[in-house]
């Protein structure tokens, strides 16, 4: 081999030189200089730097007899004990009740995604036979993106939780604050075990720092809780607690008391889904955001749900390429009535407004007068806050203003942008609403909505009347803009109701029927005049009235163009609107 090296090397280095490459590559060595005159040279002994020859000579043999110990074997086979789960009849039952063993769970969910496992070996030791403590943690590869995930282990002990257990979910959980990466829970759990709770109930890290936890990761980083069985008491809270939570219909069920503690405190009979299944969580209580068919839907929809969000709080929201509408923005004004109290379907606007394909809409069942959807505008993601003309003319029921409250909360929180559809009467008046809270929950819709800082976008579709304009974002809440379309309408209240409550002893006074319906439609055509979206954008109470054909290239350019624009809080600890 020879070796060239510059002019004004010495001899000594030159040397030094020829004796490291021989040893090193094993042969002989002639150095010289860049005119090509030998300056030293070096042959290669193999008797000499013995250490080196030796780890030359063991690396260059073949591995031949040498494999996996004794030692190693029989770790092998205790890791695949392990991966076995609990006792086998518990294992039979699983596909009478419709669900996957947990390891197969986990397979489905993230296949050779899969990355590592925490505390397989928790309870190891223990005389009863209690794999993982049955519950899984680790952290894996999901749809391109890296997550924290638990799983419960149905097959042991139903799911439930005991010391091992609750150490490994609580370090999962405080591993997740330092990474800033979702986390998934694949919740099938029947809550804590009784008989063991001196080791985890009440320490100071025990199961109730699950939901310290929670409160410290809500708002950093996506948590999505899917529920495949049973959640009960404590084993609960972790789904409401998550950002977003799944329901696999006929399979999960979740409440503060099992059936059998319901009747023996209050003596009701009751099945769990009727206490506490998808029907009565979707439509009632609000807590499921999405229900799922089965095992495989669920995880379509948090591949889908995960799609418009950023992996934690510093980060933006995941852009794709823009698509087409799925119908055309042209039909945007016939979709509309110019009568304010004729229903429509605010789906048929959102159609004509964002990507095809792009629309999930959560807790659908739930205050169905506010429609909550994730959805895309040229392949940004939004959130949508927008009324339901179809369900009870879109006025503002508690449990609506809660649901919307909620999500504008979570946009806000992972910088989604919002956009608010406005066609509304206001909030509902009434004794019953009255006594479900309309008052508290709409101020925490409103609440919600101005303290957003996120870009906003607040659209006046048909009507938008009392204090219904306020929580849709109207001008006096800091939106990027307020658009009208020529079927907008602001006032206090609708034209009806108004020159009923101003005119209705005027025209009372007068006699002849048809002068009085004269006179009525008079008035009705006055106020409405003085309420047109023409007259709004006259004052400048609003930004702009836009064709309605040109509503999503105006989103989109909007959107666009406060994308990264900067709004800051009043200095203080925080708000008390909860």
């Known amino acids: 081999m020879r070796i060239k090296i510059s002019d004004d090397t010495t001899e000594t280095e030159a040397q030094a030189i020829a004796e490291a490459m021989a040893s090193q590559y094993r042969e002989d060595v002639t150095v010289v200089t860049d005119g090509g005159d030998e300056i030293s040279s070096a042959s290669y002994d193999g008797d000499s730097d013995a250490g080196a020859t030796a780890a030359g000579e063991a690396e260059a043999q073949p591995d031949g007899d040498l494999g996996p110990t004794d030692r190693e074997e029989v770790l092998l086979e205790e890791i695949e004990e392990i991966l076995e789960g609990g006792p086998e ?79 490994k979910f609580l370090r999962m959980q405080q591993r997740a604050l330092k990474t800033g990466k979702p986390v998934l829970y694949l919740m099938d759990s029947s809550g804590g075990r009784i008989d063991q709770q001196t080791g985890f109930f009440a320490n100071r890290e025990g199961i109730g720092k699950y939901y310290y936890n929670h409160s410290m990761l809500s708002g950093r980083v996506p948590q999505i809780c899917v529920l495949y069985g049973p959640c009960i008491a404590g084993a609960a809270y972790t789904p409401v607690f998550a950002d977003f939570t799944v329901m696999v219909r006929d399979m999960s069920a979740m409440a503060i008391a099992s059936p059998r503690m319901v009747e023996m405190v209050t003596g009701e009979q009751i099945d769990l889904q009727e206490l506490g299944g998808p029907d009565v969580h979707a439509q009632y209580s609000g807590s499921a955001d999405l229900v799922a068919d089965d095992e495989e839907h669920a995880r379509e929809l948090v591949a889908q749900l ?38 429509y379907d605010m789906f048929d606007v959102i159609d004509r407004i964002v990507d095809a394909g792009s629309t999930l809409e959560l ?216």
């Open 306 to 343: 995960m799609s418009y969000l950023p992996n934690n709080a510093d980060e933006k929201p995941p852009q794709t390429d823009g698509q087409a509408p799925a119908a055309s923005p042209e039909g945007i004004d016939a979709v509309v009535p110019q009568e304010p109290n004729k229903g």
């Open 89 to 167: 009849k518990y294992k039979e039952q699983l596909p009478e009740e419709g669900k996957l063993f947990v390891r197969d769970r986990i397979d489905l969910w993230f296949g050779d995604d899969f990355l590592f496992e925490d505390g397989r070996f928790a309870e190891f030791d223990a005389d009863d036979q209690l794999p993982a403590d049955g519950l899984i943690t680790g952290a894996a590869e999901f749809e391109g993106r890296d997550v924290h995930f638990m799983a419960n282990d149905y097959t042991v002990k139903r799911g439930s939780m005991a010391a091992k257990g609750v150490e």
């Open 363 to 578: 807790r659908p069942e739930f205050g169905k007068e506010i429609i909550t959807a994730f959805a895309r505008i040229d392949g940004r993601p939004v959130g949508i806050v927008a009324n339901q003309p179809a369900h009870r003319a879109g006025a503002i029921f508690p449990d609506a203003a809660e649901k919307a409250a909620q999500f504008i909360w979570t946009c806000d929180a992972y910088d989604v942008p919002l956009l608010y559809l406005c066609d509304t009467p206001g909030f509902m008046a009434g004794s019953q609403v009255e006594k479900d809270g309309i008052l508290e929950q709409g101020k925490k819709m409103i609440y919600a909505t101005s303290s957003a800082t996120v870009p906003k976008q607040s659209v006046v579709v048909r009507k938008a009347y009392g204090a219904g304009i306020y929580a849709m974002s109207g001008p006096a809440y800091d939106p990027e803009s307020v658009i009208g379309l020529p079927s907008g309408e602001i006032a206090i209240m609708g034209p009806e109701a108004a020159i009923n409550a101003v005119y209705a002893r005027k025209l009372s006074e007068i006699d002849d029927p048809d002068e009085r319906e004269r006179k009525e439609q008079e008035l009705r055509e006055e106020y409405r005049e003085d309420i047109d979206i023409h007259r709004m954008a006259s004052e400048v109470v609003i930004d702009e009235i836009v064709p309605p054909s040109s509503l999503r290239e105006e989103l989109t350019n909007r959107f666009a163009f406060y994308e990264d624009i900067d709004k800051d809080l009043p200095d203080k600890k925080h708000g008390t609107i909860l």
